[in-house]
């Protein structure tokens, strides 16, 4: 190897839009890198969480689409799509706004745009931010409270709800198990249980991202100054600590987690 060149792992730091309108991250776009590591590239036709992937990378080998184009189809929701589109296969998951204090997951077919089923509807005057895996769903319903659902062809249930520590983040769902940031604490938890795998303190923010088996996350100190912090995923042991300097609400910026050889 020559010993001039070696790769490294970085992390970016992109500032997020709440609408889906603004954010060009959408199923189809091929932004490229390897897909060497777990969470890196999205699954031909899965875009499961916001940014595609657990890596959040905007990256997945749905194949690129070629001109000219034409729209395949529209429809019109009942209220303000927040976040980006997620889907699975054939299904595609939107949420929605549809007044300050309620929202709602609206299914419906890849293919033709149809709606699967009536809206699921959830008292929340907060963003639900889900994240999607295989037919299971979690979102935040509220400061203190997420809440895991099955995806089943006509209907949507409730597997479990979770309380826990305000504020709670946007949780990330890989399998059975979620992440996410609550009371300043940085979480791993199954989606059938309340008791965490493990739980890491620290003033943590927002919304982690994973690649391979590491977690990063934004960690906020008791002068407003952020760090980047890097756990493992297994056992949540703190792996790497690396000081950005003050920032805005971490629910501002998505964590980027990229590959390169320099």
Avoid at 174 to 184: C, D, L
Avoid at 211 to 235: M, T
Wanted: with cysteine.
């Amino acid at each position: 190897m020559n010993p001039y060149w070696r790769t490294v792992v970085a992390a970016l730091l992109v500032a997020t839009p709440t609408s889906s309108a603004a954010n060009p991250a959408l199923p189809g776009r091929r932004l490229g890198g390897d897909g060497s590591e777990v969470g890196v590239i999205a699954p031909a036709g899965r875009w499961p969480t916001s940014g595609g992937n657990l890596a959040r990378t905007g990256v997945t080998r749905t194949s690129a689409m070629r001109g000219p184009l034409s729209v395949a189809w529209a429809v019109d929701l009942p209220g303000e799509i927040e976040g980006e589109p997620l889907v699975w296969d054939q299904r595609v998951l939107v949420a929605v706004r549809l007044k300050d204090d309620h929202r709602a997951l609206i299914t419906l077919d890849l293919s033709t745009g149809e709606r699967t089923m009536a809206p699921y509807r959830i008292a929340s005057s907060l963003p639900l931010e889900p994240s999607l895996w295989a037919g299971v769903i979690v979102a935040r319903t509220a400061e203190d409270r997420l809440v895991a659902l099955r995806w089943e062809r006509k209907k949507i249930t409730q597997i479990r709800s979770h309380s826990a520590p305000a504020p709670v983040g946007a949780p990330l769902l890989r399998g059975s198990e979620m992440i996410f940031t609550a009371g300043g604490g940085l979480e791993c938890r199954r989606i059938t249980s309340r008791t965490p795998i493990w739980r890491v303190e620290g003033g943590f923010r927002g919304r982690p991202s994973q690649r391979g088996g590491e977690v990063f996350a934004l960690a906020y100190d008791e002068r407003e100054v952020a760090h980047l912090v890097v756990v493992d995923r297994e056992h949540g042991d703190e792996r790497d600590r690396v000081t950005i300097g003050p920032l805005p609400a971490a629910d501002a910026f998505t964590i980027c987690v990229l590959e390169e050889s320099i």
